[in-house]
T-cell receptor, first 114, second 115 residues
Framework: DAGVIQSPRHEVTEMGQEVTLRCKPI?????LFWYRQTMMRGLELLIY????????DSGMPEDRFSAKMPNASFSTLKIQPSEPRDSAVYFC????????????FGPGTRLTVT | AQTVTQSQPEMSVQEAETVTLSCTYD???????LFWYKQPPSRQMILVIR??????QNATENRFSVNFQKAAKSFSLKISDSQLGDAAMYFC????????????FGTGTSLTVIP
């Protein structure tokens, strides 16, 4: 299995621009998670989906952030407009059904907003 | 919400020695799972070890083992025969067995391995 795939791996953009991060979960997994990691705040859960349905988006910082999961094999996290304080590493993780309770993380997207 | 606490922001160990990373958690549940993840400089989050709360036996994966004390809500990670490749951030995580998918992560411990 290819594991969780994220793109792009690095993104540099200017303040005010729209940013879209993409994630492909492991095939067969039914839960998907978006995290943000910064030095100041550590690893924060932004939102998670179960069977493509958003379950908990209380971690989404503000209305500039939105996430979608149109099907079981794809999810996006969009920031519009982006701000310098959004600079962070964004991780996507997926989890399967049954006894395999751990999450598998993608390699992350390092976002820099100038 | 459950909280996970890692009280050691940084730790160091001599190569080939043993080191223990601490983790405590707060929960009112009896059925849950605990995890240790490793994040090397590559940023990839890698699962190191998992413990089911209903199991009394401590989990072991090669050089990695845990000391799970359910009553004390403590879940420490022991790394034996430390290697240079063990240098990384280590995160402790909690997940309820009953109330959904959400994982709760600690703030991490940065481990340095000294040659």
């Amino acid at each position: 299995d290819a594991g969780v795939i994220q793109s792009p791996r690095h993104e540099v953009t200017e303040m005010g621009q729209e940013v879209t991060l993409r994630c492909k979960p492991i095939s067969g997994h039914n839960s998907l998670f978006w995290y943000r990691q910064t030095m100041m705040r550590g690893l924060e859960l932004l939102i998670y989906f179960n069977n493509n349905v958003p379950i908990d988006d209380s971690g989404m910082p503000e209305d500039r952030f939105s996430a979608k999961m149109p099907n079981a094999s794809f999810s996006t996290l969009k920031i519009q407009p982006s701000e310098p304080r959004d600079s962070a590493v964004y991780f996507c993780a997926s989890r399967g059904r049954g006894v395999h309770y751990e999450q598998y993380f993608g390699p992350g997207t390092r976002l820099t907003v100038t | 919400a459950q909280t996970v606490t890692q009280s050691q922001p940084e730790m160091s160990v001599q190569e080939a020695e043993t080191v223990t990373l601490s983790c405590t958690y707060d929960t009112s549940e009896s059925d849950y799972y605990l995890f240790w993840y490793k994040q090397p400089p590559s940023r990839q989050m890698i699962l190191v070890i998992r413990q089911e709360a209903y199991k009394q036996q401590n989990a072991t994966e090669n050089r990695f083992s845990v000391n799970f004390q359910k009553a004390a809500k403590s879940f420490s990670l022991k790394i034996s025969d430390s290697q240079l490749g063990d240098a990384a951030m280590y995160f402790c995580a909690y997940r309820s067995a009953n109330t959904g998918n959400q994982f709760y992560f600690g703030t991490g411990t940065s481990l340095t391995v000294i040659p």
